[in-house]
DNA sequence: GCCTCCTGTCATCGT
DNA sequence: ATACGATGACAGGAG
């Protein structure tokens, strides 16, 4: 059995023409200002998989500040997320569930949407419902929900009730439908899309665990931001058991399996008396709306779950102010603080999430996620990192400002330069800096990005948003699809063996985890604000973490191959990686040649574990894609209209090698569905066959027995006359008075009715002659 | 090792 | 001419 996490990470862009000309003006003001802060909301929402519909079980605002309860995660105040943890293990034991998580953060003019999708599937639901359900359908779901809100700007309608996916929809089809036919320029290059496909084998906790913390190490490679949290995340996935014990979602693993203490952190205990100054401001800056808001929804959702008939001590738990809720978040946090509380829960999860400086919610990747045991185990070298969660966001400070405050960055305005400029950030994201100070200027203690550069201050928030058109407007690939189980990045990172690589991501063994260093610049908002990393630094890595599957590579990066920098060094990092292979290798070739555990000296270990991913998630195809940066999905490239499809080609530059790539993928995909209902035709004519068949046959026997009947009806009436035959002769006397031989006679009728007796030699010739000569009436008695 | 079934893929043809 | 669907044939994996 495989139980399997899904980790979905959506954004809308914003609309260009609605921001409004102030800056620093909520866009979206779904959550609740005051005096500039905005607290983020996480919406929790149940689905039960499978059901006809989902329910929001309950809602929660984040009222703390990160920064102040520390990395480790130590503030715990979502109400709300215990009476969904209830429902979660219930319906779990009852054959699965589907939680669903969306955190809504507003930035200044960006929404950003955090949507979580934690499926925990029965045993017997099979693994491509599973990702239909977590793929596509999630996306089309949040875009319903973007166009059913009205876009941007309207405040309130952001989270329509009812408006919750229904996992028994066809996920694809019909809600992509759905969304064409609502108006939504449904491009799914314009929303950051990230979503971690996790597989959890079960009966093995650790395992579990471990693998978790290997995708939380894998992803933070990826998106450059969690270093920290990853490099023990690396050391989980080789099986360190607090890594190991971070990431179980099961409910009945989740209480016995111990969690590391967040007490072991140094400075978490520290953080209290200054948290709890935070949590009073914090929740003295709560918005009355927000608040208002979250009450109708719970009581929304009061009045749909019917459930929480059963769960009122929970629902009270969800609807305590935030204050208890926090409170009860110190008592736990000192629980764990005292090493008691050794359960790990999924609220634990929403709170690690939570404590996540805004900012890297941007690039938010499962390394940001901070998994409890890699968050504990992190501490040291992110403590001088401590993100004030609520300053962050009432800075306002945005994913352009986060990414124009990336050393080595400078905003220009030169409209000449504007198509380089775009791309600029992105290709230094991963600017390596040893100094954390440097990694991330305007930084300090207490605020993420407290001291914002004053040029970005001056600039309108039309300004800012163009070049979030350009850059922000695009996918990041903000986590890896190779985060499965048994993912090791560093035996990843050897796929591709690059000697003069300093990407910086942790996949690479020459850049060790463990690289206090390397942790540090991690940290760099840039990173985080994009998930990306430049082009010739992480293409390597984007091999394994390409748009197949529900991530889309930036493609100004990957595709454009006509800018100088970026494209070259695309070019080249995969002229490096793939050398002369082509993907259009028949099946006799040996098509091993275009993966990457073919490279020479690549161990056996590591093809295995390729193929065992690739049975498991990729197909062929989307390796290939991913190997060549195909900034589109498969599932995409091969269900979109032809038009859209030559639109799509035409309306990015794609390489012929891609552009090849990209139609034998359609063709294949096209042919591969035609072959299943081909298959599938074939199959229902010859059942169709089989019926007609076992139809003719019951017909034949039911005409036999008819026949047979009539058979026996026949002598029946053939007795009849023979006893009638002689029984009237028994009683004919010729003229002599004597009884008529029936031998020698026999009786004919004529058509007069009247009836002669006639010898039986005349009655022979008689019939051939046609002449009844010798004929005689017969006399009765 | 063989067989069967399933699935993906290619080639080909017709629309 | 091109795209696309249908289908036979083949190969490979899994049981």
């Known amino acids: 059995m495989r139980r399997w996490l899904l980790l979905r990470f959506s954004r809308l862009p914003a609309v260009p023409g609605t921001v409004p000309a102030a800056e620093g003006t ?16 996480f919406i929790v929402s149940l689905l039960r998989v499978p059901g006809r519909c989902g329910r929001r079980v309950g809602s929660a605002r984040v009222t703390q500040a990160a920064g102040a309860r520390g990395p480790a995660g130590a503030g715990r105040g979502v109400p709300g997320l215990a009476a969904a943890m209830k429902h979660l293990k219930r319906w779990w034991s009852a054959g699965g569930g589907l939680l669903h998580l969306t955190l809504l953060l507003s930035l200044a003019g960006l929404r950003v949407d955090l949507d979580l999708y934690l499926l925990l599937p029965p045993p017997t639901l099979l693994r491509d419902e599973l990702l239909l359900l977590g793929g596509p359908a999630s996306s089309a779901y949040a875009l319903n929900r973007f166009s059913a809100s009205g876009g941007w700007g309207r405040a309130g309608q952001l989270h329509p009730k009812g408006r919750e996916l229904d996992p028994a929809a066809p996920p694809e089809g019909q809600l992509l439908r759905e969304v064409r036919a609502l108006g939504v320029p449904f491009i799914p290059r314009t929303r950051v899309d990230a979503w971690l496909v996790h597989s959890v084998a079960a009966g093995s906790a650790d395992e579990a665990h471990g693998l978790l913390g290997a995708a939380a190490a894998s992803s933070a490679g990826g998106a450059g931001t969690s270093v920290d949290g990853g490099s023990q995340a690396v050391q989980g996935g080789g099986g360190d058991p607090r890594a190991a014990q971070s990431g179980s979602l099961d409910a009945e693993e989740e209480e016995k399996a111990p969690v590391e203490p967040t007490a072991q952190v140094p400075d978490a205990g520290g953080c209290a008396s200054e948290e709890n100054e935070v949590l009073r401001e914090k929740h003295e800056a709560v918005d009355h709306s927000s608040q208002r808001e979250e009450n109708e929804e719970r009581v929304s959702a009061q009045k749909e779950n019917s459930l929480q008939q059963n769960n009122e001590d929970e629902n009270k738990v969800a ?8 409170k009860n978040t110190e008592s736990r946090n000192e629980r764990h603080l005292n090493g008691t509380d050794t359960s790990f829960s999924l609220e634990d999860l929403f709170q690690l999430l939570s404590s996540q400086p805004e900012n890297s919610l941007e690039g938010v990747s499962l390394g940001d996620i901070p998994l409890p045991g890699s968050i504990s185990d992190g501490m040291n070298s992110s403590a001088h990192h401590h993100v004030n969660f609520s300053q962050a966001i009432s800075q306002d400070v945005n994913l352009h400002e986060a990414i124009l405050l990336c050393p080595n960055n400078t905003f220009r305005r030169n409209p000449v330069t504007r198509t380089s400029q775009s791309q600029e950030p992105f290709l230094q994201l991963n600017s390596h800096t040893t100094n954390p100070e440097q990694t991330l200027p305007g930084t300090n203690s207490t605020g993420f990005l407290s001291p914002v550069d004053n040029r970005m201050r001056n600039l309108t928030s039309q300004d800012l948003l163009y070049d979030l058109d350009v850059n922000i407007f695009d996918e990041i690939n903000l986590m890896s699809l190779g985060t499965e189980d048994d993912f090791d990045p560093i035996n990843v990172s050897q796929l591709f063996d690059e000697p003069d690589s300093d990407s910086g991501l942790s996949l690479d063994s020459s850049h060790n985890s463990t690289s206090v260093t390397k942790s540090n610049s991690s940290h760099c908002v840039c990173e985080g604000a994009t998930g990306y990393c430049t082009d010739h630094e992480s293409s390597s890595h984007h091999d394994l973490e390409g748009a197949v599957g529900g991530n889309y590579p930036e493609p100004n990066k990957f595709c454009h191959m006509d800018h100088s920098d970026s494209g070259f060094h695309g070019d080249l990092t995969f002229q490096h990686v793939f050398h002369n292979h082509t993907y259009h290798l028949q099946p006799s070739a040996p098509e091993s040649t275009s993966e990457p555990f073919s490279l020479p000296g690549r161990s056996q270990k590591i093809r295995s574990r390729y193929l065992e991913d690739t049975d498991r998630n990729l197909s062929r195809d989307e390796w290939r ?57 074939k199959l229902d004519i010859i059942l169709n066959l089989e019926n007609d068949v076992c139809n003719l046959q019951a017909k034949k026997e039911t005409l036999k027995r008819e026949r047979a009947q009539c058979n026996k009806a026949i002598n029946i009436m053939k007795q009849k006359l023979h006893d009638l035959y002689h029984d009237v002769f028994s009683r004919l006397r010729d003229e002599e008075g004597r009884p008529v031989n029936p031998n020698h006679y026999a009786l004919q009728c004529t058509h007069d009715g009247s009836v002669l007796l006639v010898p039986k030699e005349l009655g022979a010739s008689s019939h051939k002659k046609g002449n009844p000569k010798g004929k005689e009436k017969v006399r009765r008695n």
């Open 26 to 41: 909520p866009l979206c003001p779904v959550l609740g200002t005051r005096d500039g802060r905005r607290a983020p909301r």
């Open 625 to 681: 894609a991913k190997a060549l940066h195909i900034p589109f999905s498969v599932d995409e490239i091969v269900g979109m209209p032809v038009d859209s499809f030559n639109s799509m080609l035409s309306r990015y530059y794609l390489t012929d090698l891609q552009v090849s790539l990209i139609r034998d993928i359609r063709r294949r995909g096209k042919n591969k569905v035609a072959a299943q209902n081909c298959r599938k035709r």
């Open 319 to 326: 609807e305590k102010p935030d204050w208890e809720a926090e």
